[in-house]
């Protein structure tokens, strides 16, 4: 009796696959469902089919999934969802090993409910991903949408690893008086009154939507954000329509003009530099009412008051949970120890002899600059 000789696998990475892909079939072909939990993940990470690596400012992100369809595309077409609405700038590298600021493994399966778990900076996603990316409600809560995961988690990875932080707002250079306005609120503040009343009037574009900033010494460094905004169709119709793409005046659905946003590239009205060292900085806090005659100014005198409304700015969209693809809760990327770090920081920015008293504005949309631009 000859018995056939036991060949031992070349090395353990192989033998580790032909034990885990046999395993797999087996309870596979016994009606098992199986999930990330059962693979290594060492050997997933060495061997996912689709990877790349994604530069945001300062942060690399290490992207991978088992179908191209999940797969980002950048920069990708100018749309509301775009991750350009949010950063400056979104380039494709090569896969970082080791290097880092985070890394997002997706595995597409129609077996398993969504799910997800976190080992330090790694983060792995399971369920029919691609299904639900293809039905979801609003694209820009998705994996790579502009309210969606790697927009929250650059935003946190900034701050805990190369302490830039992000203010939610838009940034208007004036050249002359080299002065940097930082316009800051959430949705419906008045942001995009300013900002394109702001260009009217000759101020140079630094941020739309995210306006980054970083303590060095005695210094303060400005880093440029996005150039594409977001901007509702009856805003443009009506109060802006020098700035209505020219594609749109024959296209666009006028009948839900104040439901629409569309996505407008700015970029020729850019800052000449993607970055500022010290200048004057005037924030500005708006309230843009419509119809609203005249114009009333308060300042903030009370550091530890503008100190506040800056820290609810920074940390709203760092801190607060959100869902993907309308099933799946992830929570906020927020910490003790971030959140005490960035108070200190937004203490000592307030205090800095660049930045001007922070300003409350209410205003109808023709009077909102008055003469700021004088100050």
Known sequence: MVLSPFIWPLNNYQFEKAFLEKTLAFKKSLGYSFSLKEKSMSWLKRNWPYRQGAQILFCRFGLAANCPELMPVWPGKIEVPSLLTDFHEVSQINWPENEADGYIFIQNSGEVKPGYKVKGREWFFEGPLLELSQKTSDRR?????????????TLACLEKNHGVYSFHACGLVDETQKKLFVVAGGAGSGKTVYLLSGLRRGLKLFSTETVHFRLAGDQIEWFMGSLLDNIRLGTLHHDFPDFLPPELKNTADWSREWQTKVAVDLSAFRFAS?????????????????????????????RRQAARILFQNISEKIASSFILYDVLPIIGFDSPELASKRL????????????????????????????????
């Not at 994996?143 to 995961?149: A, D, E, L, R």
């Not at 010290?278 to 009412?289: A, L, W």
Request: proline fraction near 7%.
């Open 274 to 302: 993607t970055r500022l060292i010290s200048p004057e900085c005037q924030v500005i806090f708006p309230h843009i009412e419509e119809g609203r005659r005249g114009y009333e100014l308060h300042e903030i005198k009370d």
């Open 344 to 375: 200190e920081v937004l203490k000592r920015f307030l205090s800095h002899p660049q930045t001007k008293t922070p300003v409350e504005i209410l205003a109808g949309p023709g009077a909102c600059w008055a003469n700021l631009m004088e100050a």
């Open 141 to 153: 809560f998705s994996f790579w949408g502009n309210q969606g995961f790697l927009y929250r988690l």
